[in-house]
């Protein structure tokens, strides 16, 4: 069964913790992303992955950090450096490659993080 | 500059009535142009996309959108509106040369009332 998992559903995190949400795809696709949704703005983009062992900043990179060292794993840490890191985090995966144009993204079911 | 409108923020139908989910895109290029659903808490799922080929795209649950060049419209319609329609829907584009990076709406919510 083709899909992407995260983990946790649910997380919770002190103020000055670090945090890492998982990402995990058996797709075989290429390029993996991360999103962040907060209510009413949509989905802003974190980091993305176009290849194992390269990923590029997205709109939002402050205080986050990622690693891309399988195809399959995009793990991405909240950092203390976040100042309101509270919001739903969506990983998602494309085929990637040349041509990327036209590919949609197949998300995850997502992650929800609290600071306490 | 690539951007995505969505019209409306909060749309509410009676269930057996039509659904219209506007969105409009600005775009230098030929967009590739998705429309997305997420019920709550979970993730997004592909509802249709069209990409340069015919202009009315039929996708899942009975959900279809008209690529309108002229009007830069994305518009989403569905004929009768079933209560498990209600949800987040995202209007989203990509276009060529973005590294695949797509493009969201800030999303409409569609409820729907018995």
């Known amino acids: 069964d083709g899909g992407i998992t995260q983990s946790p559903k649910y997380l919770f995190r002190k103020e000055g913790q670090n945090v890492t949400l998982s990402c995990e795809q058996n797709?075989?696709?290429?390029?993996m992303y991360w999103y962040r949704q907060d209510p009413g703005q949509g989905l802003r983009l974190i980091y993305y992955?176009?290849?194992?062992?390269?990923?590029q900043k997205g709109d939002i990179a402050e205080g986050y950090s990622v690693s891309r060292e399988k195809k399959e794993s995009f793990p991405l840490t909240v950092t203390s450096a976040q100042k309101n890191p509270t919001a739903f985090y969506l990983c998602a995966s494309s085929r990637g490659g040349e041509g990327l144009y036209g590919h949609e993204q197949f998300f995850g079911p997502g992650t929800r993080l609290t600071v306490l | 500059a690539q951007s995505v409108t969505q019209l409306d923020s909060h749309v509410s139908v009676s269930e057996g009535t039509p659904v219209l989910l506007r969105c409009n895109y600005s775009?230098?290029?030929?967009?590739?142009l998705f429309w997305y659903v997420q019920h709550p808490n979970k993730g997004l799922q592909l509802l249709l996309k069209?990409?340069?080929?015919?202009?009315l795209v039929k996708g899942i649950n009975g959900f279809e959108a008209e690529f309108k060049k002229s009007e830069t419209s994305f518009h989403l319609t569905k004929p009768s509106a079933h209560m498990s329609d209600a949800a987040e829907y995202f209007c989203?584009?990509?276009?060529?040369?973005?590294?695949?990076?797509?493009?969201f709406g800030k999303g409409t919510k569609l409820s729907v009332k018995p």
């Open positions: 797709l075989n696709h290429d390029a």
């Open positions: 992955s176009q290849i194992v062992n390269d990923f």
């Open positions: 775009s230098s290029y030929s967009p590739s």
């Open positions: 989203v584009v990509n276009v060529p040369g973005s590294q695949g990076n797509l493009i």
């Open positions: 069209y990409t340069s080929a015919a202009t």
